[in-house]
Structures are given as structure tokens and as C-alpha cells.
């Protein structure tokens, strides 16, 4: 009797050392998992502003420096007109990036427009003009998320050519 009595209590013990273990373990696991997601969540986020800032870049390089062609320049949106006569424009609104190509004539027709970028807190753009106001020299954007800021500028490639 007495034999069994102690085995009892061993089991007890091991079950209790063992929940304690378990508890420990577990808690060390969803820390680790909320750590790795809060990492994931800026690299993707970092991941999303560099390729919207990359697209940016790209097409205001291949933009025109003739003022006339650039159609709207507030810090919010921007819209000029391509070589081909078709219009290409950038939006920020409702915390979102979008890209826009169609036409436009103080609005826009037969358009196709994609988001480039979402959870955007903050954008502007920022033009800059030769000193005769005549050419567009350079284009500057701060995009911003909660995690991230990025600045960066874009010359038109005509802009360099021609320097």
C-alpha cells in the first residue's frame, strides 16, 4: 500500500513538471510566432513601397520634360501626357497608390487603373521646373507606411539627354 501510494504521488509530480514544461514551451513558441509575423508583415510592407517607388521611377524617367504635357501637379496626383498622345497618371487616395493610363481631359476616359501600393499613411510629389518654367526637371515622392519612409527622386531621361 504504502508502494502505491508513492507512485501516485510520482505520477503527480510528473504530470505537474511536465504541464509546467509544456506551459513554458508553448508560451516561448507563440512569442517567437508573433515576433516572425511582425517581421513578415514590414518585409512585405518594405517589399511593397520599393516596388511602387521602383514603378514611380520608371515612368517619370520616361516622361516628358515639356511642361504643356504635364497635366495635373498637386501633391497627391499627377498625370501627364505620353509620347503616344495617351496619359499616364499617379493617385494617392484612401490610404492607396494607384496607377492610371488612358485618357484625360479634366477627367478620365477609357482608363485602366491599378494599385500599386496599399496601407500607404503618407505621400507627396513634389515637381520641379528649369528656370524658365518651361521644363520639368525633376519629380520627388515620399511614400510612408507604419513601418517605413521612403524618398527618392526621377528625372525625366529627355531631362539628362539634353542637359
Known amino acids: 500500500m504504502n508502494k502505491s501510494g508513492m507512485m501516485l504521488i510520482e ?27 511582425k517581421y513578415h508583415k514590414k518585409s512585405v510592407a518594405l517589399i511593397n513601397l520599393t516596388a ?3 514603378l514611380f521611377v520608371d515612368d517619370v524617367r ?14 497627391t496626383e499627377l498625370i501627364w501626357q505620353q509620347f503616344d498622345g495617351t496619359h499616364r497618371g499617379w493617385l494617392y487616395e484612401k490610404n492607396s497608390l494607384f496607377r492610371i493610363e488612358g485618357t484625360y481631359t479634366h477627367r478620365w476616359y477609357a ?9 500607404i499613411k503618407k505621400i507627396a510629389f513634389c515637381c520641379h521646373l528649369d528656370k524658365k518654367k518651361t521644363a520639368m526637371t525633376r519629380v520627388d ?7 517605413h519612409t521612403i524618398d527618392a527622386y526621377a528625372v525625366p531621361l529627355q531631362q539628362l539627354l539634353y542637359r
Open 111 to 119: 482608363t485602366t487603373k491599378n494599385i500599386v501600393a496599399a496601407d
Open 62 to 75: 520616361h516622361a516628358p520634360t515639356d511642361l504643356s504635357a504635364w497635366k495635373v501637379t498637386s501633391p
Open 141 to 147: 515622392i515620399s511614400l510612408e507606411d507604419d513601418y
Open 11 to 37: 505520477i503527480i509530480v510528473y504530470i505537474a513538471l511536465f504541464s509546467f514544461m509544456m506551459v513554458v514551451t508553448m508560451s516561448s513558441i507563440v512569442q517567437l510566432w508573433h515576433l516572425v509575423t
Open 52 to 54: 511602387a517607388h521602383d
